[in-house]
């Protein structure tokens, strides 16, 4: 007999929430908790939407044809070569990526750290998330060595690990995993016969220099899929839409049925307007590309100005090289904290942050994390403005850090960042001014 | 070890995308398959939509606030005083219900027969539909005292019923619960300590000289959750958003935070431009007041005429109150389906109807009847126009019936049951021209 399913609130959406609570109650905040990315529609979107409200039939359960040639064409252009029929659509992929559960069926393999909901959607679905470490500095993808090890282990437990979810780019941490690693993936996936569900939704936002993040589609097409959607690139998340690729073939068609299938009972199709708007946004014009492009800009360089901070008091920092996603570890800092502060774990430290300084991020075990640890993980997408004029300004400005707003913000953190660091000796002879 | 969940296809949306393959192979279809409201969206609701086409936050989990207190002022018109922290939105009622399952955990008891996904959706979620019968003429609701004996039975058994779902009117039948029925079914369900969701999606569609439809929700406060959206009563199908009004009292609040918990880990929220038009329609202004009165008074009136074409040959049919619903039993033609089509039961019947005239209905079955019955669903509310200007015609023409399009295709549903319903002899003598 099923038991009510052990589930709490995304912690990105809960803080979002509290935090937003505390504005309106008076209080000045910082909000680096939730990755939700604090920019302006794009006008050309904007229009779309409003020209297709008169859209008010279901359509295909797997989406408009319009919308799913034009996802298709955005992965061909990513090197995914897509056929429009393997393609789904969805009001988000966090659905897409839960449908996905119960399609493969089975338990999943989920990185850790990873992001907040992988393994929270497997236990609403019935599985067991089986936890594996990611490879140092290549976040959101497992060892696969250690993948290896541990599905081999639990299936000798009785456990059924038929799927492994990946993210590439990361969050958590806004590391890429290498391609080495994503071809040793593939081979233990095959050798395991995992479904590899890779989360793309970062794919857009690599900063400069770097390369286009890989995909485990290019190491293991036959049973890779891939999802994505408009909330980061595009700063969309309200409007609620994603795709999901499957992979071509017998395995890929069994999927696409079983997808649809779930999708047809859980959600009956997207939102018709938006996927009208969506449907332009994978076509990718110009203006488009541009928003994208200056986003992320944006994003580069507040998160390295914030990464700045954090390592200017010691905290440890793997180079960030995509998101806006910042994964900082304290451990250095573990015995002031202590001393100054009485913190023991990331969950002491993000209470610190919200309560004594108004800042709000996420503590390691939100991702999956041991308690022990101080890791935290801070997100810089909601620092671009509270107007949409701010925002757009700094979409547009050659130097987003010197807007008084983006300015005010960095400063803050790293005079919040300074207090924590110091000692409770030097704290208490200086009173803070933060 | 979870297995993968045996998932089919939601048949309404299933027989949608079948008989569209038809139409575009240039074939002559009548659809009568799936309950999608075949109107334009109200011009006002339109520009709602199109005004807020620049939202791209999250907001809360739970909704807006306009649109939750939107929601609770439409129910608390409707007899039940809502608190707006006590609705939650969701993209659509169909999530919403689902997540009600997992929030609520435990085994669903659901009638038959009832809407198609109930029971697909408490498989997905790992639970097992307890089935119930209704009792003749009140389709919707399970007998009460036939619930009473098959939750002890299924307890007794080692499965864990710990809600009931009802529908209010009824989604096959047209057909409304007594209030009796009702009050029996709160004694029976305190006495169980069985959640009652009440889906009254269609409570807005009741016909003239009925009264409106009664809720458990006034029988049993305490543990009941009403779920409606603007699908059917607006035509909204295709905006994707729901609300659930949940009980005032400890046992709302714990399903509060179960079920926020559960959106915010599988879809977040619902579309926030669509939940500004939302909360617009909650409001029922006089426009949307209006619009809701000339769909229902077309329902009526072509539901009605179609009625009169099933009882002309034979079928049995209850009288239909509400919705755009029928439910005709075909068990006094039995012989002659046999002799002249080789028709033994509702899916052959419905098969024979798709592919010999091109008619689309779905069998009792998709709503959880035995295989041998001979009850099919028709629904009348794709027959209002091809075009914009001919369903617009269609809400505001005093006779519809005299509209070409809904006389063409009330004339072909007379033909082919006709047809349908001669002995073989008959059908050799004058070959049918339908």
């Known amino acids: 007999m099923p038991e009510p399913v052990p589930v709490t609130m995304s912690p990105t ?15 000045q905040v910082l909000s680096l908790a939730s990755g939700e990315i604090g920019l302006p529609v794009l006008p050309a979107l904007r229009e779309r939407l409003a020209a297709a409200a008169g859209r008010n039939a279901y359509g ?8 799913r040639a034009a996802a298709a064409g955005y992965w061909g252009r990513r090197g995914h070569p897509a056929d429009p029929d393997l393609v789904v659509c969805g009001p988000g992929s966090k ?17 850790v750290p990873s992001w907040v909901s992988y393994a929270a959607q497997a236990r609403l679905a019935g599985a067991r998330p089986v936890e594996v470490p990611t490879l140092p500095g290549e976040g959101g993808v497992p ?17 059924d690990p038929r799927c492994v979810v990946v993210t590439l780019p990361d969050n958590p941490t806004g590391t890429i995993a290498t391609a080495r690693t994503l071809r040793r993936l593939a081979e233990a996936a095959r050798d395991l016969d995992l479904v590899i569900v890779s989360d793309e939704i ?19 097409p036959e049973r890779t899929v891939v999802t994505t959607g408009l909330t980061k690139n595009l700063a969309l998340g309200g409007w609620r839409t994603g795709v999901a690729l499957l992979p071509a073939g017998p395995l890929g068609r069994r999927l696409r049925q079983r997808l649809t299938a779930v ?5 009956s199709t997207a939102p018709a307007p938006v996927q009208e708007a ?60 202590l001393r100054a502060h009485g913190v023991a774990d990331a969950v002491g430290l993000a209470t610190l942050l919200a309560e004594r300084y108004g800042v709000g991020v996420l503590p390691g075990t939100a991702f999956g994390e041991a308690g022990g640890t101080l890791r935290i993980r801070a997100a810089t997408s909601r620092l671009y403005g509270a107007t949409e004029a701010e925002q757009n300004a700094a979409l547009t400005k050659s ?12 400063d803050r953190l790293a005079a919040v960042l300074d207090d924590l660091s110091r000692s409770a000796a030097d704290r208490d002879a200086t009173p803070a001014r933060v």
Do not use: N
Not at 296 to 317: D, K, M, N, Y
């Open 13 to 27: 959406l809960a803080a979002d929430e509290a935090l937003e609570r505390r504005r309106r109650a008076g209080e």
């Open 60 to 67: 295909p359960v797997a989406g408009s044809a319009e919308l």
């Open 95 to 111: 659905p897409l990526l839960f449908a996905l559960m119960l399609a493969v069926g089975g338990d999943v393999v989920v990185p």
């Open 143 to 159: 060892d696969p060595a250690a993948l290896r090890a541990a599905v081999t282990a639990a299936r000798a437990a009785g456990a």
């Open 202 to 220: 970062y794919c857009d936002l690599v900063f400069e220099g770097g390369e286009s993040a890989p995909s485990p589609a290019v190491f293991a």
């Open 263 to 267: 999708a047809s009972q859980i959600w």
């Open 278 to 337: 969506a449907a332009y946004a994978f076509e990718e014009p110009p203006e488009v590309v541009g928003y994208v492009a200056a986003a992320l800009r944006l994003h580069e360089t507040v998160v390295r100005a914030a990464a700045g901070s954090f390592a200017a008091i010691g905290a440890e920092l793997t180079p960030v090289r995509a998101t806006c996603y910042l994964y900082p570890d304290f451990e250095p800092l573990r015995e002031q904290l």
């Open 399 to 410: 130097d987003p850090l010197r807007l008084p707003w983006i300015k005010a913000s960095l």
